[in-house]
């Protein structure tokens, strides 16, 4: 029974030898990762919409290139709705599917950017506290 009660403290003696202390820069580099971490998130919803937003156009698309050529179109621009000659209507599709790419691209740049960032904190992290902190996410 002793040996076990002297097994526990060594255990212990060596946990807290191995605790390193966190200094200012540390608590830092943490919570900047928390808040990248949490912009990743975010970025990756917005990608998310863009993409469903993207299906939605592409099928739309397709919808408009079956209308006849002489009907006018109904075409939501805000809240309201305007009666457009249906080569008008495909214009302004494909403007709006340009723009939406824009959007998306730039969007996938911030979140490499963001994912570039944590992983360079992560290193850093890794690098001065080991086990005793986990960064995945």
Same mark, same amino acid.
């Given at each position: ?8 403290? *060594? %255990?212990? &003696?060596? #946990?807290? +030898? /191995? !605790?390193? =202390? ?37 099928? *739309? %698309?397709? &919808?408009? #290139?079956? +209308? /006849? !050529?002489? =009907? ?66």
């Amino acid at each position: 029974m002793a040996s076990i009660l002297q097994r526990r403290m *060594l %255990s212990k &003696e060596d #946990e807290a +030898a /191995d !605790e390193v =202390e966190v200094r200012r820069e540390d608590q830092d580099k943490i919570n900047r990762f928390s808040r990248l971490h949490q912009r990743e998130i975010a970025l990756s919803e917005e990608l998310q919409t863009k993409l469903k937003e993207k299906e939605e156009l592409d099928d *739309l %698309s397709t &919808e408009l #290139e079956l +209308a /006849d !050529e002489d =009907e006018k179109v109904q075409y939501k621009i805000g809240d309201a709705f305007f009666h457009l000659p249906l080569e008008q209507a495909q214009e302004m599709l494909s403007t709006a599917v340009s723009r939406l790419e824009e959007d998306f691209s730039a969007l996938e740049e911030k979140q490499r950017s963001v994912q570039d960032q944590m992983q360079s904190l992560k290193v850093d992290l890794y690098a001065r506290f080991g086990k005793q902190i986990n960064l995945e996410t």
